[in-house]
């Protein structure tokens, strides 16, 4: 089936991955300040908007890139194979027409906001081209990489109005992005290898077809991804409650609701936080089951969409945060 060079081009920019720069609201949604309109300049809300459109044409330019850089790579994937760089239905030519249309986009749009906005996607952008040329082929940096990238949206949405950010809600983050991303290393290779195969039972060419794709693999036994999995499975909910336990209770002005004033002394405390603690454990929980049991953790963001039970436990996490916050707190 033949398609129109928009429609390909739009298909390499992976506009789903979009999702991943809803990480950008994340200071501004816990530093209180979500409702919040300076005299005479944009409400924050509108200023991260642009920003996260921004970033988002970015992040499709990298995409773009990435794609050219592993075109041969991905012609020897199982499904990477049909992308339209690696299956030939989208020339390099076009691919890098477009990647300049992208960052020109970003450059002009990037002049509306904070200067330390640019100075923070332009490392988005260093670090992301390091990982397709460099540090995806290093062990350990790969993920490291990986889990930077998500710590610089954090910033870019922070910088951009301002904000001050919790220490342990950026370990949050580094946790988070670091369970991500090795749990995509575990369905990547469960994916090449056999679903569920013992590690006895591996052969040489198998080892050896890991790194074929993604040369890391074959440095990845299946009991270290486990480690690493367990270990930043537990990092993850653990730096969140303690975020969510210490954080200091900040009321901006113009607050929806007074009834935080009514609750006896007991409850009157930033530790409310904490309810949203146990979505945060199910959240995990509920990963670790998909990418064990289901093997779908190679692309982190379709789970995310696609995963009723997550999708639910999101939205109730999101709820619940803001009534914290906002109406209560």
Do not use: C
């Amino acid at each position: 089936m033949k398609h129109n060079v928009f429609y390909l081009l739009l298909k390499t920019a992976r506009p789903r991955q979009w999702i991943k720069n809803v990480a950008l609201y994340a200071a501004l949604i816990f530093s209180g300040f979500f409702f919040y309109a300076p005299r005479n300049e944009w409400p924050y809300f509108f200023t991260v908007t642009f920003a996260v459109i921004t970033f988002s044409l970015l992040t499709s330019a990298v995409y773009i890139i990435n794609d050219i850089i592993d075109i041969e790579a991905d012609r020897l994937h199982p499904f990477k194979r049909k992308r339209p760089l690696a299956s030939g239905q989208l020339s390099i030519r076009t691919a890098g027409i477009a990647v300049a249309v992208l960052l020109a986009l970003v450059l002009v749009m990037s002049l509306y906001l904070h200067p330390f906005f640019r100075i923070t996607i332009s490392a988005y952008f260093i670090l992301q081209i390091l990982y397709a040329t460099v540090t995806k082929n290093i062990p350990i940096l790969d993920v490291l990489s990986i889990a930077a990238g998500f710590l610089l949206r954090i910033y870019a949405g922070a910088v951009v109005v301002d904000l001050h950010m919790d220490v342990w809600f950026l370990l949050t983050v580094i946790s988070a992005s670091l369970f991500l991303a090795v749990g995509k290393r575990q369905s990547e290779r469960t994916l090449l290898t056999g679903k569920n195969l013992p590690e006895s039972e591996l052969t040489v060419e198998k080892v050896k077809g890991l790194g074929k794709t993604r040369k890391t693999l074959k440095n990845y036994s299946q009991r270290l991804l486990d480690q690493y999995t367990a270990m930043f499975a537990n990092s993850t909910w653990l730096t969140y409650a303690l975020f969510a336990f210490q954080r200091d209770n900040i009321r901006p002005e113009g607050g929806l609701l007074e009834v935080y004033t009514l609750l006896p002394r007991t409850l009157r405390s930033e530790k409310l936080l904490m309810l949203t603690v146990p979505f945060v454990i199910f959240g995990v929980m509920r990963y670790l089951l998909l990418i064990y049991e289901d093997n779908q953790g190679e692309s982190p963001e379709k789970v995310l969409l696609r995963d009723k039970p997550l999708l639910t436990t999101g939205f109730l996490f999101g709820l619940v945060t803001l009534v914290v916050l906002y109406v209560v707190g």
